[in-house]
T-cell receptor, first 110, second 112 residues
Framework: NAGVTQTPKFRILKIGQSMTLQCTQD?????MYWYRQDPGMGLKLIYY???????DKGEVPNGYNVSRSTTEDFPLRLELAAPSQTSVYFC?????????FGNGTRLTVT | QKEVEQDPGPLSVPEGAIVSLNCTYS??????FMWYRQYSRKGPELLMY????GNKEDGRFTAQVDKSSKYISLFIRDSQPSDSATYLC????????????FGAGTRLTVKP
């Protein structure tokens, strides 16, 4: 049972480039989330989904997009990367009780 | 003022010490309180959760919630080097799964 899997683990982007952070879970959870974690700031919610085909904005959605075509997958798209998007990104899922997190993607935008 | 404030640490203690980790919050609607442990280069993992004021014990860990003071604590007894990690408090309103608020985390080192 893999839980929540995120790829890639690390990535360096140049300003203005785009990329997709992948997240997949094998627990059949309906709820999935994307957070970013910055030093001294705690985890901030970017986007979430309550089921396939349904997504909504979190606290810090600007510069990001998501889609949820299946229960298992919840990719996060960065368009026109900016230095402010340098962060560690965590995907999480839940079936209604506490969150299960992946091990994160470390993204640097230079 | 941040909605959830957490002692930043870092905190360094000798093996066997009792550790106290703390958070305060401003939103009186928060009803569901959690502590997560995060090892370096890993995602957070749930340690404990509670709905109510008072204490909840699980092995060497005790979670304490004081809703009247808007203050929560995590106590670790007989701390071990394997407890070295960052500890995050988290909380949300009872029926709102989608708006979890996290503290910034306290980095703990337990020295052998």
């Amino acid at each position: 049972n893999a839980g929540v899997t995120q790829t890639p683990k690390f990535r360096i982007l140049k300003i203005g480039q785009s990329m997709t952070l992948q997240c997949t879970q094998d627990m059949n959870h309906n709820y999935m989330y994307w957070y970013r974690q910055d030093p001294g700031m705690g985890l901030k919610l970017i986007y979430y989904s309550v089921g396939a085909g349904i997504t909504d904005k979190g606290e810090v959605p600007n510069g990001y997009n998501v889609s949820r075509s299946t229960t298992e997958d919840f990719p996060l798209r960065l368009e026109l990367a900016a230095p402010s998007q340098t962060s560690v990104y965590f995907c999480a899922s839940t079936g209604g009780s506490p969150l299960h997190f992946g091990n994160g993607t470390r993204l640097t935008v230079t | 003022q941040k909605e959830v404030e957490q002692d930043p640490g870092p905190l360094s203690v000798p093996e066997g010490a009792i550790v106290s980790l703390n958070c305060t919050y401003s939103n009186s609607a928060f009803q569901y309180f959690m502590w997560y442990r995060q090892y370096s280069r890993k995602g957070p993992e749930l340690l404990m959760y509670t709905y109510s004021s008072g204490n909840k014990e699980d092995g060497r860990f005790t979670a304490q919630v004081d809703k009247s003071s808007k203050y929560i604590s995590l106590f670790i007894r007989d701390s071990q080097p394997s407890d070295s990690a960052t500890y995050l408090c988290a909380m949300r309103e009872l029926y709102n799964n989608n708006d979890m608020r996290f503290g910034a985390g306290t980095r703990l080192t337990v020295k052998p």
